[in-house]
């Protein structure tokens, strides 16, 4: 399975980006769904995460409040809404699935990764 990210770019403080993540095949439905970020010199961190087909989701303290995570269930795309981005957001953002059941905590539990989308925040 590919995932697939889109909707990173250039934005100033106080902006907001909408990124989007599709898997190749339309049938993949995994448990979980999550969306990690890093930045130059720093550790890959989870962002947000998913529990698909449901309502629970998972949101960093970092980001709480500006971040949301959502699906459509119809199209099977994941999306990271960022609102008041900060200059601190800025880095490559990756969407993730895991193989095993719930949403790991840490980027060492997803199986599937995308190739990434840049955020940059000025």
């Known amino acids: 399975v590919q995932l697939v990210e889109s909707g990173g770019g250039s934005v100033q403080a106080g902006g907001s980006l909408k990124l989007s993540c599709a898997a190749s095949d339309s049938t993949y439905r995994p448990y979980c769904m999550g969306w990690f970020r890093q930045s130059p010199g720093k550790e890959r961190e989870a962002v947000a995460a998913h529990y698909t087909g449901t309502a629970t989701t998972y949101v960093a303290d970092s980001v709480k409040g500006r971040f949301a995570i959502s699906e459509d269930k119809d199209k099977n795309v994941l999306y990271l809404q960022m609102s008041s981005l900060k200059p601190e957001d800025t880095g490559t953002y990756y969407c993730?699935?895991?193989?095993?059941?719930?949403?790991?905590?840490?980027?060492?539990?997803?199986?599937?990764w995308g190739q990434g989308t840049q955020v940059t925040v000025s």
């Open positions: 993730a699935a895991p193989t095993v059941y719930g949403c790991p905590a840490h980027q060492s539990g997803y199986t599937y």
